[in-house]
């Protein structure tokens, strides 16, 4: 049954023949990821940059055309655009940066579960306790943070072309999650998550910003590759447990950002140690001191540790992060000293753009 209705859904489209296209709208493979549940029809419709001014008539054309088949409840379209170019036409890696603020931090791991977002957040309201103007850019097109620990869930406004980043705390903050519903499963191939993280820097009215932290999906894939590539960074920051699993990975991630020529600001040791209230001793649940051994190692500078604490996650789920909740918390002025530290870091740095070197 299922199998009939895509068919159905799949022929209706191939009635549909955009202006200056000569394929039908299916065969031309710019609808991916088709998806049924409940009647509902989701997919992702790639436009040529030319063809956004037009994204409301062609999605309405599509809507209306598969509305007419009796059993669809609803149509959701995700819209994303792609600069095509031609086959010999190579890309510079020095060109036209994207350079939405005056300095781009990009927090990464090397793998998922470290609290990555949770660091990220912290570190941007401490920058903009220190009289920044800050932005926030959730990076990690498949699993999206930003939402929850901003307790912010519906969608943002426009201006113009633009999309309206929402405030906050006062942060300018963007994410794909803000854009598709919360339990909606994000099916893309590598080239359309790298076009969503152009569109996410380019298409969104990024105002006038001292710093922008991006909140990097976990690993060395194609997101922190696009960013590294189309981003003038400042420099990144490595987030990692003090675990030896967790310490290899955080070192591909540095080492990725190196071959990139993406300058490392330093390591964060998270969940480093549990402070016990009661005795008032430090416990090392996960080992002790491996990311400050790990940043000696490396010769990169060792930012401090975060310890495991419940504060952290409580007001994380609740979307009101620490350093905004308890600003006085012991806790929210290490997330400060970090900070602190970074704005030192910057001042002395001169960037360059980032060019992948080969070995």
Not at 189 to 199: D, F, K, N, T
Not at 207 to 236: C, E, F, H, K, Y
């Amino acid at each position: 049954m299922e199998e009939q209705k895509l068919k159905q859904v799949e022929s209706t489209l191939k009635t549909i023949i955009l202006k200056n296209h000569t394929t039908n709208l299916f065969d031309s493979k710019l609808i991916n990821g088709i998806k049924l549940e409940n009647n509902v029809v989701s997919f992702t419709l790639e436009l040529l940059p030319e063809q956004l001014k037009e994204s409301h008539e062609i999605k309405k054309i599509i809507e209306n055309k598969l509305s007419s088949i009796q059993w669809i409840k609803k149509v959701n379209i995700l819209l994303t655009a792609h600069n095509i170019k031609k086959d010999n036409e190579k890309p510079n890696p020095n060109g036209s940066l994207l350079n939405p603020a005056q300095h781009i931090i990009a927090v990464a791991s090397g793998k998922g579960g470290v609290g990555k977002s949770t660091t990220a957040i912290n570190l941007a309201l401490a920058l903009l306790n220190l009289d920044f103007k800050v932005g926030i850019l959730d990076a990690d097109i498949y699993g999206p943070s930003l939402p929850k620990l901003t307790g912010i869930s519906n969608k943002p406004k426009s201006s113009g072309n633009k999309i309206v980043p929402h405030n906050a705390f006062g942060l300018q903050a963007m994410s794909i999650g803000y854009l598709v519903p919360e339990d909606a499963a994000t099916i893309w191939r590598g080239p359309m998550v790298m076009s969503a993280i152009e569109q996410l820097l380019r298409d969104v009215d990024w105002q006038q910003l001292d710093i922008l932290i991006i909140d990097m999906p976990p690993g060395t894939g194609d997101a922190q590759l696009t960013l590294s590539q189309r981003v003038q960074l400042a420099g990144a920051i490595i987030v990692s447990t003090p675990q030896d699993l967790s310490l290899i990975d955080a070192r591909k991630g540095l080492n990725m950002f190196k071959k990139v020529n993406v300058p490392i600001l330093g390591i964060i040791e998270n969940m480093s140690y549990f402070l016990c209230e009661n005795c008032n001793t430090k416990h090392s649940i996960f080992g002790n001191g491996g990311a400050k051994l790990e940043a000696e190692k490396l010769g990169v500078q060792f930012l401090g540790e975060i310890p495991l604490d419940i504060a952290i996650r409580s007001t994380s789920d609740e979307g009101n992060p620490i350093v905004i909740k308890e600003p006085e918390n012991s806790i929210s002025k290490i997330y400060m000293k970090i900070a602190d530290q970074i704005v030192k870091s910057l001042s002395i740095q001169t960037r360059s753009a980032p060019i992948i070197i080969q070995d």
